[in-house]
């Protein structure tokens, strides 16, 4: 989301300079229709690259947005739901349709792999309770079989606090 943002940012300032450099080099100057509608072609352009940009930079502090419910619906199917175990969370004070983000350390105890601590910016719903980083016990979903992150579907309101999730795993391999 963050790349397709920028590169919308990107084309949009391409298409500023270019309808400037039309409007300013290629058109009669007596022409005063054609080089209107370029500068406010311009404007429009440079008002969207502005407004992407800050999209852009502003998105990662509401964690992993854009995540698509048939995604997440083939990742359960698929045997990737676990849970994991908050050991430490930092609230960013971002949220996004009553989501809170959390800059967490889990320790996921998946299923399919062995149990495996990862740090990731993490969303849970208002509904399903506030993560303090005290061991709570959290749903997530890893959304890729060869990938650490995951996405939290039920907080430590919504998810049994007893269940069997270690106090410390190494961290996925290879990071």
């Known amino acids: 989301m963050r790349l397709r943002l920028g590169l919308f940012a990107l084309v949009s300032l391409a298409v500023v300079v270019v309808a400037t450099a039309i409007s300013s080099f290629v058109v009669d100057p007596e022409n005063i229709g054609v080089r209107l509608a370029l500068y406010a072609l311009a404007l429009v352009a440079a008002i969207g690259a502005i407004v992407?940009?800050?999209?852009?930079?502003?998105?990662?502090?509401?964690?992993?947005?854009?995540?698509?419910?048939?995604?997440?619906?083939?990742?359960?199917?698929?045997?990737?739901?676990?849970?994991?175990?908050?050991?430490?969370?930092?609230?960013?004070?971002?949220?996004?349709?009553?989501a809170y983000a959390y800059d967490a350390r889990l320790i996921v105890a998946a299923t399919d792999v062995p149990a495996y601590q990862v740090s990731d910016r993490v969303r849970v719903h208002r509904a399903d309770g506030r993560v303090a980083g005290e061991g709570e016990i959290v749903t997530v979903v890893r959304l890729a079989a060869d990938a650490p992150q995951v996405v939290v579907t039920a907080g430590p309101a919504s998810t049994p606090q007893d269940a069997a999730v270690p106090q410390d795993a190494p961290t996925w391999p290879g990071q």
Do not use: C, M, S, W
Request: glycine content about 12%; aromatic content about 8%.
């Open 52 to 98: 992407f940009g800050i999209f852009a930079i502003v998105a990662p502090l509401f964690g992993r947005t854009g995540v698509r419910p048939a995604a997440v619906a083939e990742a359960v199917a698929a045997g990737r739901q676990a849970y994991a175990r908050v050991v430490a969370a930092v609230p960013t004070g971002a949220q996004l349709n009553g």
